[in-house]
Nanobody
Framework: EVQLQASGGGRVQAGGSLRLSCATS????????IGWFRQAPGREREGVSC????????YYSDSVKGRFTVSRDNAKNTIYLQMNSLEPGDTAVYFC?????????WGKGTLVTVSS
């Protein structure tokens, strides 16, 4: 069974940092890409970042480029999202996601709250 579990959210002041983790199981980790999405209250879910596990290529949305860094630990089947210079606009529930055999799998989200 494919599972993803995001963790590491919390409350920080603007300018602070957090590191999110997404632990995965149930699929061959190194063959897929895993992404981070977020959803703020009253807004649609948006893509934040993505990493190809096989070759390490990364993607960032314009809103987080230069502030967030995605990475992977193949030994732990886990990806991370290092978030620096956090802004109130980054407040959202963050989810990790993958597509396995043409099916979407979402982990339970983790809440990030950035106060001004």
């Amino acid at each position: 069974e494919v599972q993803l579990q995001a963790s590491g959210g919390g409350r920080v002041q603007a300018g602070g940092s957090l590191r999110l983790s997404c632990a995965t199981s149930g699929f061959r980790f190194e063959d897929y890409a895993i992404g981070w999405f977020r959803q703020a209250p009253g807004r649609e879910r948006e893509g934040v970042s993505c990493i190809s596990i096989k070759d390490g290529r990364t993607y960032y949305s314009d809103s987080v480029k230069g502030r967030f860094t995605v990475s992977r630990d193949n030994a732990k089947n886990t990806i991370y999202l290092q978030m620096n210079s956090l802004e109130p606009g980054d407040t959202a529930v963050y989810f990790c996601h993958t597509i396995w055999h043409e099916r979407n799998f979402w982990g339970k989200g983790t809440l990030v709250t950035v106060s001004s």
